[in-house]
């Protein structure tokens, strides 16, 4: 309405919904917001800042797992209960409850589980270079979310994909929710290229 040029971008990574059109979008509204600004603080015109965001987000994909639902500040309590035993998979990152649960596991079987659904989803083979995002979604302590990318880490190892860069801690959460989501976006060197650019936000800054 002031006249300001704008162009969309949608972020549509999570795979946990099975129609790709209905996807909503998890932890690679982080790196796409990212490579946008690097694209953007470059001088790219608008077309090419949203042109070259949109094919970051298209080579992302995440999936979420959680332990509770946050506490909404609406409610004044959480957006979804969970039964004694049980883990939510697929949770959004504004307190939607997710796809399924199931019974609570081991966390190297839960990340397994995670890991083979996004694998899937963006096709990955030995050979492909990705960066990997563990985000805590605001109530899993730093210590647990290593645990969770130790064993991302030696899952794509095992299947020869290079993990190129990475982030681990909470970038993109739902308040107080108890875990994690998992994403990672296949690498080409036009977007490594945008991720290493220099950048100083609150959360990122290199």
Known sequence: DDG????????????????????RALG???LVEKIAGAAAEAGRPLA???AVAQRAGDAASSMG???SGCTSPVLGRPTFQLPAGQIEIGVGIHGEAGR?????????????????????????TAGARVLA?????GGTPQHELYIVYRQLHHLL??????????????Y?????????????????????ALWDAPVRTPALHW
Do not use: F, Y
């Not at 300001?4 to 996807?23: F, G, K």
């Not at 990340?111 to 990955?124: F, G, P, W």
């Not at 190892?157 to 909470?170: C, F, H, S, T």
């Not at 993109?172 to 490594?192: K, N």
């Open 133 to 137: 995002l563990v985000s805590g979604l």
């Open 172 to 192: 993109i959460t739902s308040l107080d929710m108890a875990g994690c989501t998992i994403t990672l976006m296949r690498l080409d060197p036009e977007l490594l």
């Open 157 to 170: 190892d095992k299947a020869g994909i290079q993990i190129e860069r990475r982030l681990v801690g909470n």
């Open 65 to 67: 797992v959680a332990l």
């Open 100 to 124: 399924r649960r199931m019974v609570w596991s081991k966390a190297d079987k839960v990340v397994e589980m995670l890991t083979t659904s996004i694998l899937h989803e963006l096709r990955l």
């Open 4 to 23: 300001i040029a704008v162009a969309p971008v949608l972020v549509r990574d999570d795979v946990s919904v099975e129609q790709p059109a209905n996807r």
């Open 48 to 50: 090419a800042v949203a």
């Open 28 to 30: 690679a509204t982080v």
